[in-house]
């Protein structure tokens, strides 16, 4: 079967560096989305990695090793609005998405 | 409007009712999908669009139906409403019917049957 794990939840400090990882199988793979989303609200996207490699954007970036079936979403200088879910999200080989259940962030002071 | 709107953001419904979830997008998408999701669980897709005048199915699909008249407009109908389908409901667009561009979300609707 296809499967995304990634950990319920996380805690980290005001300032710090964290990772989150996602690891994946599945049949098949044409992508790796990362998604954001506060409680309450819907998922707003962050990135999408189709190579290898390191993709950086701002206080976000996101890596990719296909051959692992192994992705992290790493955030800088952590925020107390950083304080969300993260959803890690795979596009198979038919390009359906497959989701994990989410990351929970807890950011404290 | 400006993106994707849902309607109605929340809805308390008795079981064996017939309720339907709005769901309007003005950035020409060709495709669009409905999602539910559960505490716990990864989203997941209850039926999909990939252009106006063509629907398909998802990972759970009973119970639930879709129609995609044009390219804006695309709601889902609960025919029978059951507990078990008490849930979130996000409706998405994406100009790439490929999944490999972003999606764009609505809102959300929380539905709660009893």
């Known amino acids: 079967g296809q499967n995304i794990d990634q950990p319920t939840e996380m805690t980290a400090t005001e300032g710090a560096i964290v990772q989150i990882n996602c690891t994946y199988q599945t049949s098949g793979f044409n992508g790796l989305f990362w998604y954001q989303q506060h409680a309450g609200e819907a998922p707003t996207f962050l990135s999408y990695n189709v190579l290898d490699g390191l993709e950086e954007k701002g206080r976000f970036s996101s890596f990719l090793s296909r051959s692992k079936g192994y992705s992290y979403l790493l955030l800088k200088e952590l925020q107390m609005k950083d304080s969300a879910s993260y959803l890690c999200a795979v596009s198979d080989s038919n390009y359906q998405l497959i989701w994990g259940a989410g990351t929970k962030l807890i950011i404290k002071p | 409007i400006a993106g994707i709107t849902q309607a109605p953001t929340s809805q308390i419904l008795a079981a064996g009712r017939r309720m339907t979830l709005r769901c309007t997008q003005d950035?020409?998408?060709?495709?669009m999908y409905w999602y539910r999701q559960d505490l716990g669980l990864g989203l997941r897709l209850i039926h999909y669009?990939?252009?106006?005048?063509?629907?398909g199915k998802g990972e759970v699909p009973d119970g639930y139906s879709v129609s995609r008249a044009n390219t804006d407009d695309f709601p889902l109908t609960l025919a029978s409403a059951v507990p078990s389908q008490t849930s979130v409901y996000f409706c998405?667009?994406?100009?790439?019917?490929?999944?490999?561009?972003?999606?764009?979300f609505g809102e959300g609707s929380r539905l709660t049957v009893l």
């Open positions: 998405a667009s994406s100009s790439d019917a490929g999944n490999t561009g972003e999606l764009f």
């Open positions: 669009s990939n252009t106006a005048g063509t629907t």
């Open positions: 950035m020409r998408h060709n495709a």
